[in-house]
């Protein structure tokens, strides 16, 4: 198992469970709290060692929640994110899929930070563990895909959490960039904009000001996209919107800016714009410097 398995909390959200004035029945229900608390933590230790069981004691974390404090959909909502992960490590497809999307139905009933916190490791352990898969020939169990379109149906529903839905856009694409499925990558791109044009539309900003650095990244995947399918004229125009937009932009991702700038020093090559192209060559150099890129 990876890194993203150690999926933990902090003590921050244990539940406070008030003073000795409680009565009885405030009693037991701190009693029954306290043993939801103990198994999770229990299962969390043998995580590693004992899978099965710890996959047990999770989905009687998850059973006792709602039988004793349904209110407290915190620690179903903990649960459910080491189910889903430790069913897909164990191979249990359906499973992986029935969970997680019980896990959606709470994302709602979290904090945000919670809600984005487990949808990107369970997303990211996923989509990691399938390419090492792909990578060794074997054959993933669980389509990513239907993952990431899971996660964008619950949150266009929550509808209250625009980056997530964005980077998880953004996730999505470069998952068919890697597979070079560009007819999925160009539908991709194309409910992006139409997702930044309607929330532009219906708050009335700007699209870069909805859409902030991701622009970047979508435009970042556009341009490898035209690139494969050898789109010169497009891919033309689009370094100049690309242009506009870096002016703009708080945070650059070395990594972006590095692919873009190069795309740019070809497109002024081209067009014999010598003196262009070093420079773009040059900035392309040093973000790709700055990013660790084997190209620098």
Not at 45 to 74: A, C, G, M
Not at 88 to 97: D, I, K, R
Request: charged share 30%; aromatic share 8%; net charge negative.
């Amino acid at each position: 198992m990876s890194d993203s398995d150690d999926y933990e909390y902090s003590d921050e959200e244990e539940y406070d469970y008030g003073s000795d004035e409680n009565n009885g029945s405030s009693g037991e229900e701190n009693d029954e709290l306290i043993k939801i608390e103990n198994k999770f933590y229990e299962a969390e230790d043998i995580k590693r060692e004992k899978p099965e069981k710890s996959l047990q004691l999770f989905e009687e974390v998850v059973s006792l929640s709602r039988e004793h404090s349904p209110e407290q959909t915190s620690w179903i909502y903990k649960a459910l994110v080491h189910i889903v992960i430790i069913n897909f490590t164990l191979g249990n497809s359906e499973q992986v899929v029935d969970r997680y999307t019980k896990l959606l139905s709470y994302i709602h009933q979290v904090t945000r930070n919670e809600c984005n916190e487990a949808i990107s490791n369970i997303v990211d352990h996923i989509s990691q563990s399938i390419r090492s898969s792909t990578t060794s020939n074997a054959q993933p169990q669980v389509s990513i895909s239907h993952i990431y379109r899971l996660t964008l149906d619950a949150l266009k529903v929550e509808g209250n959490n625009n980056r997530l839905i964005l980077n998880v856009y953004v996730k999505l694409g470069k998952y068919h960039l890697l597979n070079k499925d560009f007819g999925s990558l160009e539908t991709v791109i194309d409910e992006v904009h139409a997702f930044i044009q309607s929330k532009s539309e219906d708050s009335g900003e700007s699209n870069q000001s909805i859409g902030d650095n991701f622009l970047l990244d979508i435009y970042a995947l556009e341009i490898s996209l035209c690139e494969a399918l050898n789109q010169k004229m497009k891919l033309k125009n689009l370094y100049k919107k690309i242009t506009k937009i870096m002016k703009n932009a708080v945070i650059q991702d070395p990594r972006i800016m590095g692919s873009i700038h190069e795309t740019g020093g070809k497109i002024s090559m081209e067009e014999e714009r010598w003196s262009d192209a070093y420079e773009e060559f040059f900035e392309a150099f040093r973000s790709y410097q700055e990013a660790g890129n084997a190209k620098a």
